[in-house]
Structure formats: C-alpha cells, structure tokens
C-alpha cells in the first residue's frame, strides 16, 4: 500500500478511488483482527472466530481489488 500510495503513476487497473477503498478497507482489517485478537485472549472463541472469519473474508475482498491472486487459504 505504501508503495502504491508514493508513486506518481498507478497500474492501469488501479485508479484512486479504489486505492481509498483498499486502503480505508486494511485500517478495517487491522482493526478487525484486532478484535478477534483480543476475544481470543478474553477466553471468547466463538467470537474470536466469527471476528477471524469476517478478516479472512474481507483480505479476499481487498486482493481482488488489487487485482491479486487470493490464497487457497483465504478462499471458502
């Protein structure tokens, strides 16, 4: 993000407002994880999971915005 964010010229398939987008939607990410960080430590699994799940799910999102291949892992 940093990367793109510095340089004069982005990727064709990039324009600014989609940058916005996948950069409003890490600062969610990081929060999210964040959340499910803490309901893991609290002893709330269930939670933890449902948060983990919702990250997962959204990191998908955001590398297709970017025109990235998604991980197996964050497929399904």
Do not use: R
């Amino acid at each position: 993000m940093d990367i793109l964010s510095q340089s004069k010229k982005l990727p064709a398939n990039m324009t600014a407002d989609k940058l916005a987008s996948v950069k409003w939607g890490l600062g969610e990410v990081t929060q999210q994880w964040t959340a499910a960080t803490e309901a893991y430590k609290g002893g709330n699994l269930m939670d933890a999971i449902t948060k983990g799940s919702a990250v997962k799910t959204k990191a998908a999102e955001l590398l297709t915005v970017l025109g990235m291949p998604v991980p197996d892992a964050l497929k399904g």
